[in-house]
Structures are given as C-alpha cells and as structure tokens.
C-alpha cells in the first residue's frame, strides 16, 4: 500500500511535472475504491448535496452533513489525502466561525485540508484559517455557491474583464495563504496563466490541462448523476445503466421464482424428521 502523501509530496509533484489525479467522494465504498485505485487526493465535496442528497443545489449542505461524509471518507480511504469542502454560511459569516468550522474537519474527520470557495472576498477567512495551522485550497472560476450570482452554472473568465477579476482573485489566494488553488471551468489560456504566475499548485476541475492536475466528481465521471453532464467531464463508465439493470434482473428473478436459488439460504443442521416434530409441537 502506497504512503500516505504530505503536503511536501504534492510540491515535489508539482515540481516534478507530476499531475495530480483526484475525484469527489462521499461514502466509504467509493473512497476505499479511489484508494485502491492509487488516486492522490480525495474531495469531500459539497457537491453532496446534489450527487448523494438530490438537491438541486449545493446551498442547502450543512457542516453535520460534510463532516459525517468526510467521516465515512476517511474509515474508507485512510491512506489518502483528503480535502473537506466547507459548506455554504461556513466561513462566510465571520473569520471566528470560518476557523471554528475548519478546525471541525480536521478535528472530527480527520481531514488533511479544507476548500472554500471564493477570490479576494475569501482572504480574510483564508488567512485566518491558514493562521490558525490548517491548510486551505482555494478555488475561484465557476463557483457553485455563489453560481446565482453568476447567472447560474457557466464557465468564467471567457472574456478580458472576467479572466482580469481571476488573475487578481488568484494572486490574493495565494497571497493569503492558500496552500492549492483548483480553478473550476476556465479557459485553459487563463489556467495556463495562473499556474505560471503563481508558485502553489493548481488544479483544475474543467480548467483544461496546463496545471498540476485534474479534479473530476465521482457521478460525473462514473456516470451515475443523471440530472446534467459538464462540457469537461470525461465519462468512464455507466454505473447508472449497471446498477438499473442489475435492479431490473433482479425484479425479474424475483417475481419468476428464480431468486433465491438452494444457495442463497440457510440449510438445517439437525434432520428434516426433527424439524417436523418440532413444527407439530406447535400445532
Ligand atoms: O463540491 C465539489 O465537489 C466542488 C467541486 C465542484 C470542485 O467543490
């Protein structure tokens, strides 16, 4: 089993032009599964909230619900970087409730960093956190909290006035004391330019590949959330359809009578004679 990695393992990656692969996850199966893959990081993402909780959104997600997800993350990947995601009204109201919030993760999910969203309006939470010894990766492009304010789910820093706000959003990040920045649905020019200008690593999620490597959330690129695919996602398998079928054979198996089969039950241990006298024993 690979060591787990540090914080200085990913400066070498990055150092050494060695791209990070990392997925959301949210349970334990699918975090066990990511690890034994070799996957670098983990996400405990927000995106729960859509993914695993069917809302339409990820505005509703609690801090209970991230911490006893990245709970169940860490029992099934306990060897793997993992990164819990701070919900919305987090960190947003005060840098006091943005430090008691981070330090949840880590001291009840054993988490090895969090992730919040937001450019120069996040510095001051991201330099609080960061003051207080925990590491913090920021993420600035399309962010799915403030996704109302910007006009819903759609790509940022298209054109020169909005890849301006992202340079300077990205230079802030790091000035506060970000440790990663993940850049979600940019242009790859503007990652390009990013991860040239800044010395921590970055990491894309729809951001193309000049960076130190790529995010992908596990429905999207398992095929299992059904509601809507990103332009960026890559799709690896049908785990929907595999599960839909399964479900459908299995209805079928047991409405026929195939289903369970002599291998499916218990057998009795004393004999069929015994049995039958203990049934009468009741009639
Ligand atoms: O919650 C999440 O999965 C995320 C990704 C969209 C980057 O924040």
Redesign the pocket.
Known sequence: MAQKKTMLDFVKMKNEGEKVAWV?AYDYPMASFAEQAGMDMI???????M?ILGYEN?LPVTMSDCISHCQAVRRGAPNTWIVG?MPFMSYQKSDEDAVENAGRFYKEAYVDCI?L?GGRRATGCIKAISDAGMLVMG?IG????SSGQLGGFKAQGRDIASARELVKDALAVQEAGAYAL?L?AVPPELTEFIAKKLTIPIYS?GAGVPCDGQ?L?CGDMLGMFQVFTPKFVKKYANVAEIEINAFKEYIIDVKGGEFPTNNHVYHILDSKEEFQKLFEEFD
């Open positions: 959301t996400l405990v993402g927000d995106s729960l909230g993914v990820t995601d992730k969203e993420h399309l962010t799915p909290q993940l979600e999620i995010l959330i």
